[in-house]
């Protein structure tokens, strides 16, 4: 069993910064591809950003492109989201994902496709 614990978020105004964390409970995350998803009340959930297992290859959704940062740190079973230059539409639960994968270099972009979620963190922008 996996247990994701997401910390990081918080209230903070628009433009602001704020790093997100993901500390896996597992032996081997480099054996996880790993997706960060947020959710607004009312709203679908989205995959905002995922990383594979050798964090070579990475995907943003268009919203956050070059304002979002994902990477990891197998060592310390921890994955990150760096979310820079927030406006009130980032505004959302951020949950943590993880898929176990024989594939070192596939990121998944579904929330069906991941086993095990995390409770998440709340982000609140202030405009």
């Known amino acids: 069993q996996v247990q994701l614990v997401e910390s990081g978020g918080g209230l903070v105004q628009s433009v602001g910064s704020l790093r997100l964390a993901c500390a896996a409970s597992?032996?081997?995350?480099?054996?996880?591809?790993m997706g960060w998803f947020r959710q607004d009340p009312g709203k679908e959930r989205e995959c905002v950003s995922a990383?594979?297992?050798?964090?070579?290859?990475?995907y943003y959704t268009n919203s956050v492109q070059g304002r979002f940062t994902i990477s990891r740190d197998n060592a310390k079973n921890t994955v990150y989201l760096q979310v820079n230059r927030l406006n009130p539409k980032d505004t959302a639960d951020y949950y943590c994902?993880?898929?176990?994968?024989?594939?070192?270099?596939?990121?998944?972009?579904?929330?069906?496709?991941?086993?095990?979620w995390g409770q998440g963190t709340q982000v609140t922008v202030s405009s």
């Open positions: 990383i594979s297992r050798n964090a070579a290859q990475t």
């Open positions: 597992v032996r081997a995350c480099n054996m996880y591809s």
């Open positions: 994902a993880a898929r176990a994968t024989p594939s070192k270099t596939k990121r998944f972009l579904r929330g069906s496709d991941y086993d095990y």
